[in-house]
């Protein structure tokens, strides 16, 4: 199947894409794949509709992307996995125990509180996450919200003066999954002491190596900065973040319908859930494949072949 046949309709002046064209049903051709990669790469964040996709052709059309994470440090750390694969993620609101939707007062909701938050996938491991693959099972009803949204981090860096960019070029930060638990349910977390808990390693300014563009790592996974005082990290990160959350490197996608699916890029793209009144009262299965960062910046500074990935219950 040839370029040609993808059609490919912008849904922002600088990223994100709506395609068509794709039969899903059909295996997915390396040439095919090949096309919608070069998609990818070039908006951030792409999304399908209606795609059909089952769980096992999900999990298949993603290890073209790349070596998949799954969920078992989330089973180690006591977590119940509802979903048949291990390479699937569950990033709904289901009670796993029940089949029903969770009640707001779950551990499990209240630690996913913190996707409220601008992040990057799995940046707090030691490995990183590359592409995200999403696909809706379940959607509450229109109007209720549960849309995702996306932050342009490629653009982001590039708007920014050259002499902050010379400032945070040879910056790295410190990303923990409890910090941004923390940060999203303070009182809740309040006796939790984020650092003596693992951190990752990843510089502050890329190379996203597909498209050779400078992108700004920046999630809010990331505790603190080296390389600079404490004060600093903090002014810096907040500088930072103000930029980056700026409306024009937004993008809202919605979800239309079962099987959507939204593929994104992390080391390219921020995301984060927008919520809505859907939560509590209305079921929205939602499963993931995590595609292993597959780029020579993978494990950032913790150590080429670094192999430990962090759980939470």
Same mark, same amino acid.
């Given at each position: ?32 794949y090949a ?6 790469d070039?908006?951030?964040v792409?999304?399908f ?7 096992? #052709? ?8 790349g ?14 996995h509802r ?12 009670d ?6 969770? #009640?707001?007062?779950d ?29 809706a ?5 229109p ?28 910056l ?10 923390k ?9 939790l ?6 951190? =990752?390693?990843h ?7 597909a ?8 999630? =809010? ?18 500088q ?7 409306p ?9 319908q ?23 009262k ?6 993931r ?22 759980g939470?219950?």
């Amino acid at each position: 199947m040839a370029i040609q046949s993808l059609q490919v309709t912008p849904l922002h002046p600088t990223f994100g894409a709506e395609v068509a064209g794709v039969d899903f049903t059909q295996p997915i051709s390396p040439e095919l794949y090949a096309e919608i990669r070069k998609v990818v790469d070039k908006y951030g964040v792409v999304v399908f509709r209606n795609t059909q996709l089952t769980d096992e #052709a999900h999990i298949e059309f993603s290890r073209y992307f790349g070596d998949l994470d799954d969920v078992t440090p989330y089973q180690q750390a006591g977590r119940i996995h509802r979903l048949k694969y291990k390479e699937l993620f569950d990033a709904g609101n289901i009670d796993p125990k029940t089949g029903d939707v969770a #009640a707001m007062t779950d551990a499990t909701v209240i630690g996913n509180k913190g996707n409220a938050l601008f992040h990057v996938d799995s940046s707090f491991n030691a490995r990183r996450a590359g592409h995200s693959l999403l696909v809706a099972h379940v959607l509450p009803p229109p109007g209720t919200g549960g849309a995702t949204e996306y932050g342009d981090s490629r653009t982001a860096y590039d708007d920014l003066p050259q002499d902050l960019k010379d400032r945070i070029e040879p910056l790295v930060g410190n990303h923990s999954l409890f910090h941004s638990r923390k940060t999203a349910m303070p009182e809740y977390f309040k006796d939790l002491d984020v650092e003596s808990l693992p951190m =990752s390693k990843h510089k502050l300014v890329q190379t996203h190596e597909a498209s050779g563009r400078k992108n700004l790592y920046i999630a =809010s996974y990331i505790h603190h900065l080296d390389g600079v005082s404490r004060e600093e990290s903090d002014e810096l990160l907040a500088q930072l973040r103000e930029h980056i959350h700026k409306p024009k490197y937004r993008l809202t996608i919605p979800w239309e319908q079962p099987t959507d699916m939204i593929i994104w890029d992390n080391t390219c793209v921020l995301h984060r859930a927008t919520g809505g009144s859907y939560e509590g009262k209305f079921p929205r299965d939602m499963r993931r494949t995590t595609v292993k960062d597959m780029s020579s910046t993978r494990y950032g500074l913790n150590g080429e072949g670094a192999d430990w990935r962090v759980g939470m219950p």
